[in-house]
């Protein structure tokens, strides 16, 4: 195709030529024919040159200008190229695009620096979490901008040692002292870092929890095995046993296990709320009946202390809920109460309806709670005097208790309470858990 071009550009060439030195020798003017000629062929190439030029400078011209002869061909060549090239660059701007969304749908942040600390890019996660600006931080150093050390040293021991990618540190989020992100640098392409953060807040909270509760735990069976320990040991050395009071001893050993008992159970019960999946407007609790049964029981509790105890129910009030964690919840602030109030308090246990909500209540006039406490009186073996909750045989799970039942009935503790006057712990049900018990009609009487 080339060659055919060419060898149609040199016959015409030659052509054009005989034309000339034919028209010269007619006049008897060779020379000047010949200089005529290729002075207009000169001026045609010149003219073409020129709108190539302008064509390729020319932003607003995509179509090359119309020639002919070998003119035409090279417009036509390199307009197919420029096409070819505006073709791979938008192949290539959208497999760029496919890659930044890529970054920006990942769950990380992620900033891609220079082995030098220049930072290169990053997505809108980094943003937040390590307060990059973009675009006016592009180029600038990361490790000024995240000023820890441990990051410094990190990353310098990165581009050092790039077999420390599997490595990561825990670093402050820049944007929320709270939070906490963990930091891990992989190598990019050559000569850069990715460095990607995950915000961990949540997993380092939940681990500090379990190493809390484990160490709460542990400590708190300890006392008790101690006790235990203690009078075995006695009662192995023939001379102790002696001097040592057996009923005591006995029922020193047994008011420790049952403690022991009592805190495992407890546990048992919180482990199993946390559990329970179980769909709360699939059962109707019938409450007043519970709260018959929790008058007895606290007839029996208040043997010692002689509280005058009154109970205030409306019988026709019943909810959705399960009926195991519901009577936990109302068993545990009455016992608090009783536990909690000097010899013969007073204390008032109410269950009513307030509005189109079901509300239960124990009020008492025992030692109250001080304002510091009370946002913490929730939290597992959180005791505000531990000693005189271990003398009345306390574990500080209970409220904990009644916290993770109602928040699974959609209800959460009110605390009201004076030092010296007394406290109200209560809550509501929502009106989607409220049932009326129907009276049953009665049955007509007949006549003889
Ligand atoms: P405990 O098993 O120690 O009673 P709880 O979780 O039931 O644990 O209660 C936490 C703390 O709240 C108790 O140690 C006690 O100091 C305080 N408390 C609970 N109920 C009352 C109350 N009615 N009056 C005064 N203090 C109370």
């Known amino acids: 195709m080339i060659q055919e071009q060419y060898i149609r550009a040199i016959s015409r060439f030659i052509l054009l030529l005989s034309v000339a030195v034919l028209i010269g020798y007619l006049i008897d003017q060779i020379a000047l024919c010949i200089v005529i000629l290729l002075s207009v062929l000169l001026i045609w190439y010149t003219y ?121 540190i825990l670093i402050p989020s820049s944007t929320d002292r709270e939070s906490i992100i963990e930091i891990r640098m992989v190598p990019y392409a050559l000569g850069q870092v990715l460095i990607l953060g995950r915000d961990v807040t949540q997993s380092q909270r939940l681990n500090q929890m379990r190493k809390d509760f484990i160490a709460n735990v542990s400590h708190e069976l300890r006392t008790p095995l101690t006790v235990l320990q203690g009078y075995l040991e006695m009662m192995q050395d023939p001379d102790m046993a002696q001097a040592l009071p057996g009923t005591k001893a006995v029922g020193m050993m047994s008011e420790q296990c049952e403690r022991m008992f009592s805190l495992v159970n407890q546990l048992l019960v919180l482990s199993r709320i946390e559990a329970n999946k179980e769909n709360i407007y699939d059962n109707i609790v019938d409450v007043p009946a519970i709260m018959l049964l929790l008058e007895k029981e606290a007839e029996q509790l208040n043997l010692e202390s002689q509280h005058a105890i009154s109970f205030d129910i409306d019988h026709n009030l019943l909810i959705h809920g399960i009926e195991d964690e519901l009577r936990s919840a109302f068993t545990n602030l009455v016992k608090n109460a009783i536990r909690y109030t000097p010899q013969g308090g007073v204390i008032k246990v109410a269950w009513r309806k307030q509005g189109t909500a079901a509300t239960f209540s124990v009020t008492d006039n025992g030692e109250g709670i001080e304002a510091q406490h009370l946002n913490r009186l929730t939290e597992r073996f959180y005791r505000v005097d531990k000693a005189r909750s271990r003398t009345t045989g306390g574990s500080g799970l209970g409220l904990s208790i009644v916290k993770h039942v109602l928040a699974h009935h959609k209800s959460q503790l009110d605390i009201d309470s004076v030092v010296d006057q007394g406290s109200c712990f209560s809550f509501s049900f929502p009106t989607d858990l409220v049932v009326t018990r129907q009276r049953r009609a009665r049955k007509p009487r007949l006549s003889a």
């Not at 307009?79 to 760029?96: A, F, I, M, P, W």
């Not at 920006?104 to 930072?119: C, Y």
Request: hydrophobic share 35%.
């Open 48 to 168: 073409n040159l020129n709108r190539l030029n302008d064509w390729l400078t020319s932003k607003k011209n995509l179509y090359p200008p119309s020639s002919n002869g070998l003119w035409s061909d090279t417009f036509d060549g390199i307009y197919r190229l420029q096409k070819k090239n505006r073709q791979r660059r938008k192949e290539l701007g959208q497999v760029l695009k496919r890659f930044r969304d890529g970054a920006e749908a990942l769950p990380d942040a992620a900033v891609v620096v220079e082995d030098t600390g220049q930072i290169i890019w990053c997505n809108k996660l980094a943003l937040m979490l390590f307060g990059l600006r973009w675009p006016e931080d592009s180029g600038l150093l990361i490790t000024n901008l995240l000023r820890y050390p441990d990051f410094i040293e990190h990353f310098h021991k990165h581009s050092k040692d790039k077999e420390s990618s599997g490595e990561y």
